[in-house]
């Protein structure tokens, strides 16, 4: 009788690099991650930060402003971190940390102040002034100071989407961490 050779699937390693190389960046809960999906992650992260911003901008004359392009931007560190990154603070790029509650609390503030600065020149809470200039490749630019107000929930809005994912993500890693401890104590 002779031996058939093992024709199982790895399943638990087919998606996985194969070379170090290939490995994107560190995990923070050290398990591993599909290239696919960093990948995927890398490319619509900027665009979809872009789009947040287009939201942002337009948001006075159409639909979108600082909620709805906060939300977007909100979704880009949502991909981003599901790809793998870390719940201590969203890295953007891989250079600067973006602590939650202080972009929470910058937002806050911006919104607050941009409300209240037309009250200090007797006009109602909240009003608003169009202020328009020439550029000279761009044409002429129309700017609504409410777009500072939007400037301010926008921030608001992603520090509460990224002081959401740090608090899952550090549950979560946690218990990623606890598994693995649990793994290799009990073999």
Not at 18 to 28: F, V
Not at 54 to 59: D, E, Q, S
Not at 75 to 79: D, I, K, Q, S
């Given at each position: 009788m002779t031996a058939t050779?093992?024709?199982?699937?790895?399943?638990d390693r087919w998606d996985a690099p194969?070379?170090?190389?290939?490995?994107?960046?560190?995990?923070?809960?050290?398990t591993e991650r599909t290239l696919l999906l960093e990948l995927a992650a890398r490319i619509l992260f900027p665009t979809v930060l872009v789009f947040s911003l287009?939201?942002?901008?337009?948001?006075h004359y159409g639909p979108g402003g600082g909620f709805s392009g906060g939300l977007v931007a909100g979704?880009?560190?949502?991909?981003r971190h599901i790809a793998g990154g870390g719940s201590d603070g969203a890295q953007i790029g891989a250079?600067?940390?973006?602590?939650?509650?202080?972009?929470?609390?910058?937002?806050?503030?911006?919104?607050?102040?941009?409300?209240l600065v037309p009250a200090a020149f007797g006009a109602p809470v909240l009003a608003s002034v169009k202020v328009g200039f020439h550029l000279p490749l761009l044409g002429d630019i129309e700017i609504v100071s409410s777009l500072a107000l939007d400037i301010g929930v926008y921030l608001l809005?992603?520090?509460?989407?990224?002081?959401?994912?740090?608090?899952?993500?550090?549950?979560?890693?946690?218990d990623a961490?606890?598994?693995?401890?649990?793994?290799?104590?009990?073999a």
């Open positions: 050779p093992d024709t199982r699937v790895p399943w194969a070379e170090d190389w290939m490995l994107s960046g560190e995990c923070p809960a050290g287009y939201l942002l901008l337009v948001g979704l880009a560190f949502v991909l250079r600067i940390k973006v602590r939650p509650p202080v972009l929470v609390g910058i937002g806050l503030a911006v919104a607050v102040v941009t409300a809005i992603i520090g509460v989407v990224l002081d959401l994912l740090r608090s899952l993500g550090s549950g979560i890693e946690r961490r606890e598994a693995t401890s649990d793994q290799t104590g009990a």
